[in-house]
């Protein structure tokens, strides 16, 4: 059990029969009355953002997130297949549950599958991948425009904005969190 005294960013806790991790808090405590916590919580599961206030008295349940290190094995249609390096037992998961998270991840490479409980909730792609461009118009001699990009399609199937310079068959290194183009490989 956690107070709400005692919240840090961060922080999951079980509320509602849902699952929701602190973004930011506030101990206020005004001229009048008693002490306060206003606390922004977003649903894990769903990515709403809920502001509420506790006493900083009331304790709420802490959630244990388990993080396993799982290899993404193929798409089965609408299932997802990934396999725990460590044992070896594969698990499926539907579209719904994976979302866009593999949008730039290839089969074999390895994913972060959190769950709580045994249900997992989402999938972590690694932070950086490199990626081969598979279909992009043609950079032109003397496109040197600054900050001007082109739509660049990648081996997985989703489009990236590379700058001018990037060519069909180049391999480029991309940031899963936002989706932008860092750097040639």
């Known amino acids: ?40 919580l977003k649903n894990i599961k769903s990515g709403g953002v809920v502001e509420k206030t506790f006493r900083p008295t009331e304790k709420l349940p802490q959630a244990h997130i388990e993080r396993a290190d799982y290899q993404y094995l193929y798409n089965d249609g609408d299932l997802y297949n990934f396999m725990d390096v460590n044992t070896y037992d594969q698990i499926a998961l539907n579209a719904d549950n994976v979302g866009d998270s593999l949008k730039f991840v290839k089969e074999n490479e390895m994913v972060k599958l959190c769950s709580h409980k045994g249900e997992v909730f989402a999938i972590e792609p690694p932070l950086f991948v490199e990626l081969v461009v598979t279909e992009t118009e043609p950079g032109v001699k003397g496109d040197t425009a600054t900050g001007a990009t082109k739509p660049a399609t990648v081996e997985t199937g989703a489009t990236v904005y590379v700058p001018l310079f990037v060519n069909q068959d180049d391999v480029i290194k991309i940031d899963t969190r936002t989706g932008e183009y860092l750097s040639r490989v």
């Open 1 to 40: 059990m956690v107070q709400a005294g005692d919240f840090k960013n961060g922080l999951t806790v079980e509320m509602d029969n849902n699952i929701y991790t602190i973004i930011e808090f506030q101990h206020v405590k005004p001229g009048k009355g008693s002490p306060f916590v206003r606390a922004k």
